[in-house]
């Protein structure tokens, strides 16, 4: 078996989703669905359980996964470990971020390199559809997303800084004009749906007003470019944090403050049970800096 084919059978057991996987590796979905069956037709048997709306793995499919998975991060972690080696760095530690504001966090990563200049510091991109699923994948060690945090396995690190909450519409939507809205304003108005789970979505978007009027929701995102052109054609708006303004900047998009949001949390997430020096390291690090926007 192929160490690509082997990949795309973990991706699909933990996605369980083929247009899913193709995005996630930068492939077709053809290519997946070939990959597969030629595992399937190799062991003899079907891997996964597949109709036109639901994939589920079938029990000798979830033996392989569970067999499978540690050995190929196992071999992963090799590789990466021989590619530091050859760079002269001595370790690695992968922070993913919801936020597009890595600039905003540069006082961060300063101090941390010069702490420890043999790690090798790299940030990722998390979606907010699934924002702890890269951390329970291994694909990232630590995450700097929105509070609050409610997950049994995750460790909630320090906060690395605050920021305000602004609402993101179109410069030609009724709400555009006005120098602050409110969250009672968005009981008359569609709102972007997406983020999950639903008690980190309601940090931003609540379901309800202060009065207690429910918020209609519209179509669901999962990520911010995906957001662009429902907001800029009006058919939604949605709550997002201030360095959305600065960064995402478009002519087609306005942003408006919302007076009575509270202040937004960003804090430092990572697995328990992959708790790690460097980790500790980064989350100490994160105490003793201030960045621009806390």
């Not at 190799?42 to 979830?62: C, E, H, K, Q, S």
């Not at 067999?67 to 690695?92: C, K, S, W």
């Not at 009027?213 to 944090?241: D, L, N, Q, W």
């Not at 790690?276 to 980064?282: C, P, Q, S």
């Amino acid at each position: 078996m192929e160490l690509r084919d082997i990949e795309i059978f973990l991706t699909l057991a933990e996605e369980l989703h083929f247009g899913r996987t193709a995005r996630r590796l930068h492939v077709t979905q053809a290519r997946v669905s070939q990959a597969i069956k030629k595992q399937e037709r190799r062991i003899g048997a079907a891997l996964f359980y597949r109709d036109n709306r639901n994939v589920a793995l079938t029990p000798i499919g979830r033996q392989l996964f569970e067999d499978l998975q540690p050995m190929y991060q196992g071999l992963r972690e090799g590789i990466e470990r021989a590619v530091r080696a050859a760079r002269g760095t001595t370790g690695l530690l992968r922070l993913g971020m919801v936020g597009h504001n890595p600039q905003d966090l540069q006082p961060l990563f300063d101090a941390f390199k010069a702490r420890h200049p043999g790690c090798d510091l790299q940030i990722r991109s998390i979606d907010f559809g699934d924002p702890f699923g890269t951390l329970r994948s291994g694909d990232i060690d630590v995450a700097l997303i929105w509070l609050p945090v409610d997950e049994p396995d995750l460790t909630i690190g320090p906060i690395v800084y605050t920021e305000p909450v602004v609402l993101a519409l179109s410069p030609t939507h009724p709400l555009a004009g006005k120098d602050t809205v409110s969250y009672e304003d968005l009981a008359d108005h569609t709102v972007l749906g997406g983020a999950r789970p639903g008690y980190w979505r309601q940090a931003l978007v609540p379901t309800h007003t202060p009065s207690g009027r429910p918020i209609p929701v519209g179509p669901h995102v999962s990520h911010f470019m995906g957001m662009i052109p429902v907001i800029a054609s009006g058919e939604a708006v949605s709550p997002v944090h201030l360095h959305a303004a600065r960064y995402m900047a478009r002519s087609d998009i306005a942003y408006v403050p919302i007076h009575d949001a509270p202040l937004a949390r960003w804090a430092l997430i990572w697995r328990t049970a992959a708790e790690t020096d460097l980790i500790r390291a980064l989350a100490h690090t994160a105490k003793e800096t201030t960045c621009g926007i806390r």
